[in-house]
Structures are given as structure tokens and as C-alpha cells.
């Protein structure tokens, strides 16, 4: 097997390291996907209840992950299905549907997480936190089965996946009278492999913080080059080392704070995302090793786009390299399409070639992040780009793709080698001129 065989496989959130990369999304869908959407439609409209549904859980199984169970018993059809580190339980009968998620047990009512969940309760629109006979605290959701229809299933077990998924670490951390249940299907990175990513989330919060007080620039006149430097940062630990937990509400909490605070100016904003990141750097690797694991999941939280909003944001944001590239200030013109391309893969549902384009700029310009984690790729040997290489690399995944996107294509001349700020803006302009159009025409 080469090297380039074993970096692209079937699922671009994978190396042959065999590590997760990303968050995951559910968005472009196969075409059997879609087709068993519209029979569980169409089922449900016809009072076809177990076809309906059957089709709908066939729908939501993700068939190389194995995300979702179903089989029948005598309460009806009973299902399973995974989402992060929480496992979602339910059963659909004749009169109702049920569906609930172990978050915790609890070994004491503490007044503020009971009073916290139950802010929360007013917030969500089809689910409801309880507590059991065991006293475990559990989300629940339940309706008649009438009333049942394939779209309120869907965004009524979404909601309750994903808020299970990202509240349980956060509640265990914040409140010793939890304690967590019901994660013995996640996998654990290996010891080594932890050590490597908390190495490089320091390394990387370091780096940035010494070429922002290092550069020539005025960040007081362009504050945008320092904010430039420390969003890429926080989304290459999100996707690099895709942190669970209090890391991963720390990478959330400052790029909103970011887009959303209005009353800051920008340079207090950059004030802010520094504190934000020497507060990650300061993560013990004894507390960083517990929110490093690979899971199965069933919903994407990323929103629907166009593959064109995607693709003019990339072309939007690169035209802010050429003054960097003039300045030669290398370190902050790269950052601009690193952020640039993070940003879209953390924000934006994207098709998987998409994915493995960002994937694979990850891979080029993080190379010794890369094999240290156990990979063996040289796309840049003695700070020269491999001009062979990439372009090789690119062809792979066109044509891992080219049945179901037959339009993208790469000319050669899209691409500038001369040093890595310059093919860094290249690659990313490249991006947005691909075309990702469907032969299914989805």
C-alpha cells in the first residue's frame, strides 16, 4: 500500500493513522439516503407506521459507521442510535414514540445543576431533561405516534442527541455530584497519541502568540492580522485535535464571542482570544487526556449551505493575503487561508471531497503534526513544496469522486509553489473555483 493510498481511504476524517479529524456532518447524503427519506414520507402519509419508520432509521444509518440499530420486539420497534459519546434508546408503538439518553448519575441533588437543567428545559422545543428511579439524570422525548411525522422525529432527535452529546461532559466537569454513564463505545486515543496532540496544542498557542509579538505589523492600525493568527489557531486544535468537553466549550465559547460581541472593539476582541488561548495552553495533559476519544455520530451540528456561500467566503477572505505577502509577513498571510478554509470545514456542512481538499491542506502545511502522529508524508521536504506530490495527492481524491462529482477538475496553472504563503492562497483560490455539482443533482 503507498503513502497516498493510506492517507485518503474511504472516509476523509481518517488517516491511516487511524484518527478522527473534524467534527462530524450528515449532510451530502447517498442517493439511497435520500430515497429512503421520501418512502418514510410517503409511508407515513399512506399509515404505513412500520415502514415509515423503517425507512426513516435506514435514512440516519450511516452504513461504514454503523451509527443506528432497529429491530422489532414486543414494545414495538425498538432503536438505538449513537451520537458523541452518548448512546440515544428508543421505541416506536402504535400509540406513541419514546426516545431517551443517559447523560449521568447523579449521587446527590445539587440545587445548581437541578436549576440549570431546568432553565435549559425552557429552551428546548421537543425534549425535556428528567430524573429516573435510578437517579440518573436523562433527556427524554415522547408523542403520539399520529402526530409522528419523519420531520418531527428528526429535529426532535437531533435536538436530543446533540445537546446530550455536548452537555454531559460539561456537566460532569462542572458539578462532583455527577458522574458519567454510558460511554464504554467510545474509543480512546492511544497514550502516545494523546501526549503528541497536547504537545502540539501548546506549540501551536505558542507559535502564534510569539509571531503576533514578534511581526513588524501595527496590530493596534490592523488588528485583523492579529485575529487572523489566533481564530486559525483555535480551529486547527478543534479539527486537529478534535478536543471533547471543557476544551471544546472554550474553542466555541471565544470564536463567538468573536463574531457575536458586538460592544468590543477589535482590539479588544483580540484581547480576548489571546486570554482564550493562554487558557487552553494551560490545560494539564492530565485534564486534556479524558476529552480525546473517537465516537460514532448520527447528527451533524454544522449548518446547511450552498456550496457556493462556502466558496465566495473563501474568495472574500484570501484577498486579504496579498498586503501580507507584500509585507512579508509569511506566518500571518498563511494563517489567513488556514483560518479561511477552518473556518467553512467548523461552520459550513460540506460535500466529503470538500472535506478532503481541507483535509489534505491540513496535512500539507501541518506535515510534522502529521507524522508525528504516525503518518510518513512529504509534501514539503527542506521548506520546498512537492509540486509532484500535491498535485498527485488532489487527482487521488477527484478520482476517488469523479462518479458522483464528474465536474471537478484541476488545472495545473492553478497552483503557485514559490513558497508557502503564496501556494497557500493558490490552494484555497482553487477551492472555490471547484466545481462540486452532483451527477444526482443534489
Not at 420486539?73 to 434508546?89: D, Y
Not at 505558542?206 to 492579529?226: C, H, M, T, V, W
Not at 476519544?293 to 484577498?319: C, H, L, M, N, P
Not at 489567513?336 to 473556518?343: E, K, N, Q, R, V
Request: proline share 2%; glycine share 4%.
Amino acid at each position: 500500500m503507498t503513502i497516498l493510498s493510506k492517507l485518503f481511504g474511504k472516509n476523509n476524517k481518517k488517516t491511516n493513522i487511524n484518527i478522527q479529524f473534524g467534527r462530524f456532518t450528515d449532510a451530502y447524503k447517498h442517493k439511497d439516503k435520500y430515497d429512503a427519506w421520501e418512502n418514510s414520507l410517503e409511508y407515513f402519509e399512506s399509515g404505513k407506521l412500520t415502514e415509515a419508520y423503517t425507512s426513516f432509521f435506514q435514512y440516519l444509518k450511516d452504513d461504514e459507521v454503523d451509527n443506528v440499530a432497529l429491530y422489532q420486539s414486543e414494545k414495538g420497534l425498538e432503536f438505538e442510535l449513537f451520537q458523541g459519546s452518548k448512546v440515544i434508546n428508543g421505541n416506536i408503538n402504535n400509540q406513541r414514540v419514546y426516545a431517551e439518553a443517559k447523560i449521568a448519575r447523579s449521587k446527590g441533588l445539587h440545587i445548581g445543576f437541578l436549576r440549570k437543567l431546568l432553565e435549559e428545559n425552557y429552551q428546548l422545543e421537543y425534549c425535556r431533561y428528567a430524573l429516573d428511579d435510578d437517579h440518573q439524570l436523562t433527556a427524554i422525548f415522547t408523542s403520539y405516534t399520529v402526530d409522528a411525522s419523519p420531520y418531527k422525529i428528526y429535529a426532535a432527535l437531533k435536538e436530543l442527541a446533540t445537546r446530550v452529546d455536548y452537555n454531559d461532559d460539561l456537566l460532569v466537569d462542572e458539578f462532583s455530584e455527577l458522574e458519567p454513564i454510558h460511554n464504554g463505545h467510545i474509543v480512546q486515543n492511544t497514550p502516545d497519541i494523546k501526549k503528541v496532540k497536547h504537545h502540539y496544542l501548546k506549540q501551536e498557542i505558542k507559535e502564534a502568540l510569539q509571531s503576533i509579538d514578534n511581526a513588524e505589523i501595527d496590530f493596534a492600525r490592523y488588528p485583523g492580522a492579529a485575529s487572523f493568527l489566533y481564530l486559525d489557531t483555535l480551529y486547527k486544535i478543534d479539527y486537529l485535535i478534535k478536543p471533547e468537553g471543557h476544551t471544546m466549550e472554550l474553542i466555541q465559547k471565544y470564536q463567538n464571542l468573536y463574531f457575536n460581541e458586538r460592544s468590543y472593539s477589535p482590539v479588544e476582541k483580540n484581547a480576548e482570544l489571546r486570554k482564550g488561548l493562554e487558557e487552553i495552553a494551560s490545560i494539564s495533559f492530565e485534564d486534556l487526556e479524558y476529552e480525546l476519544y473517537d465516537v460514532k455520530s448520527t447528527f451533524g451540528t454544522a449548518r446547511s449551505s450552498s456550496i457556493d456561500q462556502a466558496q465566495e467566503f473563501i474568495r472574500s477572505e484570501i484577498k486579504n493575503m496579498d498586503f501580507y505577502i507584500k509585507q512579508i509577513e509569511e506566518d500571518i498571510a498563511i494563517s489567513i487561508a488556514s483560518y479561511t478554509l477552518g473556518y467553512i470545514i467548523h461552520h459550513y456542512a460540506l460535500p466529503v471531497p470538500f472535506q478532503k481538499f481541507i483535509h489534505l491542506f491540513y496535512q500539507i502545511t501541518e506535515q510534522d503534526y502529521f507524522n508525528a502522529l504516525g503518518a510518513n508524508i512529504d509534501f514539503i521536504s527542506e521548506a520546498k513544496l512537492s509540486s509532484r506530490g500535491i498535485k498527485k495527492a488532489i487527482k487521488i481524491i477527484i478520482e476517488q469522486h469523479d462518479k458522483l462529482y464528474p465536474h471537478i477538475s484541476l488545472k495545473g496553472e492553478d497552483l503557485n509553489f514559490d513558497n508557502k504563503a503564496v501556494f497557500c492562497k493558490t490552494y484555497a483560490k482553487m477551492l472555490s473555483n471547484l466545481n462540486f455539482k452532483r451527477a444526482d443533482n443534489r
